[in-house]
Every structure is written in C-alpha cells, then in structure tokens.
C-alpha cells in the first residue's frame, strides 16, 4: 500500500536515528519502496535544491534526469496553476504549524497532461534542530481521483434531478423498524428531520386521516413482498399541510422474505392543487352550463308563453265583439305586454350579470354597503321592527364588484324581511370571515323557512317561490346565486320550515 509504505518510510528513518540523505543513500530501501509505484523526493528547505528518484519521473512518463530538478521547475512548470496555492499551503503548515503534510494535486505529464497525484512527507531536523530539508513520497491517484470526481458528477446530477422532480429517497428496516432517509427529504417537505427516525415518529408526520392507511398498506407490503405506490398527507412543523406520493419496492432476503421496503417520496403539492383547481374550474363550468340550459329554456319558455297569449287576445280582438269585450281584451293585452316587459328586464339583469364580470374589483368595505341597503329599505324595517345584527369585524373589506355586492345584501335584505314569520319580529343575523384563504358571507333569519326536503333543489331557481305571496317573483335569489358564481364563488342554503333560513356565501 503506497501510503503506508510512505509512512513505513520515515518510521525506519526515525528508528534508525539517520537523516534524509542517509535514508536516501540506501540504494535497496529505496528500490523496494519505488517497486511499490512510488516516486520519492528531496527538497532543501534553504537552498530549494531538489531531488527526484527514478520512479517520481517515470510516473510523469520521463526517464530520469530528462527534466529539471528544481523546486522552481517543479512548482511552476509541473504543478497545475489551480493547484499551486494548495501545494504551497500544504507546506507551509507542515513547517509552520507541525500540521501533516499530504495534498492532492495536479502535476503535468510527459504525454497525458494533468494526471492526478497524491504527496506526503515530513520535514527534517539538521544537527542544530533546524528544520533542514523533507523528504517524502508521490503516487499516481489519477484513476481514483477520476472515479471520485465522476460520482460526485452523478451525485450532484443526481441530486438535482431529484430536487426538479421534488423526490426523495427512503428505506425501512423490517427488523429494527427503523425509517432512513435521504437529505432531499428534507429539502422537498421543508421539514428538518433526522436521517433516522423511529416507526411512530415517522407516523405522526402524517396527517391522521392517513395514518391507518399508511400502517396498512406498509403491513401488506412486508407481510406480501408488495410493492406499493400511494398518495397522502403530511404537515410540517410550521403546521403547513402538503402531499407527498410515496412508492416503494419490497427486498427479500434468500428464503423470500421482506427484510427492507425502498422508495421514494415525491412532493406532489403542486400537481394536487392543480387537479383541484382543475376540477374546481369543472364543476363551475358544469354548474354554469346548467344554468345557460336553464337559462334557455326560460327564455324559450316564457317568451313563447307571453307571444302565444299575445297573439291569441290580438286574434280574438280582431273578431266581430262588442265594445265591451274589446276594452276587456285590450286589458288582458295591456296585462300580458307588461308582463313580456318584466321578463325581458329580467333576461337582461341576467345577461348584464355576465357581462359585468369583467369589470374591475373594488376594495368595498361590507359595513358601508350594508347600511347603503339598510337605508333604501328603511320604511320596511320599521314597520316589522326588524332587528338587524352585523358583525363585519372579522373580515372588514373583500374585493368585488360593487353592484354585485349592493344587489346581494338587497336581495338577501328584502328576502328576510318579506318572508318573516307572523308570529315574531325579524331579527337578521349578518358576518363575514375568512377561512381556509377564502372570504365568507353569512346572512341569517328567523322567518318562515323553507322546506328543504320538498324544494331545496329549487331554492335558486328562476321564478321559483314557496309561500303564498302576492310579491314573490322567484327572480331574486336566481339573481344572487348568478352573481356569486360569475366571481368564482359559492352560495348555499340551510333552512327549517317555521324556524329560519341562513345563507353562507363564500364570495372569493
């Protein structure tokens, strides 16, 4: 071994109680050392005088004497220039701080270039206790060095296809139960977690909806040798929930039993957000294609119920009838164009509700638009004595469009107040917060309520109404839930007959 024989080299030196050039003088020692493949060499530390032995110019492809020996020629001529600070530090500790002296480094070969090589030695007392000259030994590590560099090649390659594709490696140990792995774990969960971890530990990373799945499938794996491939999630210890797919390949031993699972865990967060937000993007296509169908059909219904009643008074009008039933017709006339132009007003509102979409969105503070309605309706409050009671504290503002947020506090208002309960005064419960990154509306009373079980599949429909009242049109809360939706949000309904109805809006 090259560097034990180097070390070998100055022990027997040291027993032997001779200096260098004695050491060196011994023509066999030094053929057996340099039958090792290693080069020695003596440096004068005074004088910079140098010597190389055969072996150290072979293993730079030269014969012996064929190049310079000098301390000059070696550091400027042989060493690689990125290696010569190396080399010269390498020296100056060993003789200033006693520190060992063995550096790796580049010399410039006869007919190769650079090749790789590795040097050590020790400087050497004279007669007075001056360090006088070194003495030392070079091998040939280019192979090695090579085969280093290209792993720390494929390992940073490695290691950066890993962070781009946000994976991880992980193994666990049926016997110890124990879980490693690697450090891009951490990096891709954004957890600082140890490279070994217990079973439980491991467990309580995960969120508890998980938990049993995981220990299941894992169970399965080693009971079965059964590779696995499963999606789920954990938090991190800033209480951020994220997912992670993890994929694994059992390891058998001889006998076909599972020693070892191996995988990888892969931070799938940005992929499952997507396919929400995907699906989200569905389902509101889904809803508004629905609402298009039914938007179509109200138009191709009413509009040709008003025309046929239109044209049925006009034809009869032109019959031979009295005075009498002439004014009575133009009445029926007059009642059924009315109707037709409330029909229209209200297919335009709708359209408008579209087409108002891509107006921008305002900072609109909920307490000011609330009492702008509460004002406009007024006269109707007092004469319920109805009780308003807002809470706006806990989200103040949203961003919105002004007109929609007018018509929904309206609709919403007006509902309350002319669907009350004839036994109590109206008491309205409105408030506003924010969860999960999103703004929500509460509109609550304490009215008639509806029956959910016969009509809550028909709350936001158009010209839908579940009491009898000479006012209901059906039209408003058709109105509210388009605008809503139009902004990407949602509007549902719990209700109970005699008791009240409470309207959650989650606006953005």
């Keep these: 071994m090259p560097n034990k024989t180097s070390a070998s080299l100055v022990k027997i030196s040291e027993q032997a109680g001779t200096n260098a050039e004695h050491y060196l003088a011994n023509e066999q020692l030094l053929n057996l050392i340099e039958s090792t493949n290693t080069g020695l060499w003596e440096r004068d530390i005074v004088t910079d005088v140098t010597w190389w032995s055969p072996k150290f110019c072979e293993l730079l492809g030269y014969a012996y004497g064929e190049i310079e020996m000098s301390y000059n020629f070696y550091t400027n001529e042989l060493v690689h220039p990125d290696d010569r600070e190396a080399v010269h530090n390498a020296c100056y500790n060993h003789l200033n701080h006693n520190t060992p002296y063995k550096v790796e480094f580049r010399m410039l070969t006869k007919d190769n270039g ?21 003495i030392g030994a070079v091998i040939d590590i280019d192979q090695k060095k090579k085969y280093e560099i290209e792993l720390r090649k494929n390992e940073f390659l490695l290691t950066e296809t890993n962070k781009i594709a946000n994976i991880g490696g992980w193994q666990f140990d049926v016997a110890t139960k124990q879980l490693t792995w690697s450090r891009d774990i951490s990096e891709l969960s954004t957890m600082a977690l140890a490279n070994k971890m217990d079973t439980q530990s ?32 954990v938090k991190t210890e800033k209480d951020q929930v994220f997912w992670i797919r993890a994929k694994c390949v059992p390891v058998a031993d001889d006998n076909g039993k599972c020693v070892q699972l191996r995988g990888m865990f892969q931070n799938i967060n940005d992929v499952k957000t ?24 109200i138009v191709s219904h009413n509009l040709r119920s008003h025309s046929g009643n239109l044209q049925f008074m006009v034809n009869i009008f032109d019959e031979d009838i009295s005075t009498e039933d002439r004014h009575e017709i133009f009445g029926n006339i007059r009642s059924i164009s009315e109707s037709l132009t409330d029909t229209i007003d209200h297919l335009n509102e709708i359209v408008k509700i579209q087409t108002d979409i891509n107006k921008e ?9 609330f009492k702008t309605t509460q004002n406009a309706l007024d006269t109707n409050i007092v004469e319920t004595k109805a009780i308003l009671c807002c809470d706006f504290s806990l989200c103040p503002t949203v961003n919105y469009v002004p007109a929609y947020l007018e018509s929904i506090f309206l609709n919403l208002l007006t509902n309350a107040l002319k669907y009350r309960h004839p036994d109590r005064s109206p008491k309205i419960i409105c408030e506003t917060y924010i969860a999960e990154g999103h703004t929500y509306l509460t509109f609550e009373d304490n009215g008639l309520g509806i029956d959910m079980d016969k009509y809550g599949d028909q709350v936001f429909g158009m010209y839908k109404t579940f009491h009898k009242n000479a006012n209901s049109k059906g039209i408003g809360l058709f109105i509210t839930r388009n605008q809503v939706e139009a902004l990407g949000g949602t509007i549902t309904v719990d209700s109970k007959v005699n008791v009240g109805t409470k309207f959650t809006l989650r606006l953005v």
């Design 274 to 297: 997507k396919e929400a937000n995907l699906q989200r993007s569905l389902d509101l296509l889904s809803e508004q294609n629905k609402r298009l169908q039914n938007f179509a059909h």
């Design 202 to 233: 491991a467990i309580d990373m995960f969120e508890p909806e998980y938990r049993d799945m995981i220990i299941a499938t894992v169970r399965e794996s080693v009971a079965l040798c059964k590779p696995f491939d499963v999606e789920f999630k």
């Design 361 to 369: 969105l305002k900072p609109i503070d909920f307490a000011t638009v």
């Design 114 to 134: 650079y090749s790789w090589f590795e040097s050590s030695g020790k400087a050497w007392p004279d007669e007075n206790g001056t360090l006088r000259k070194m």
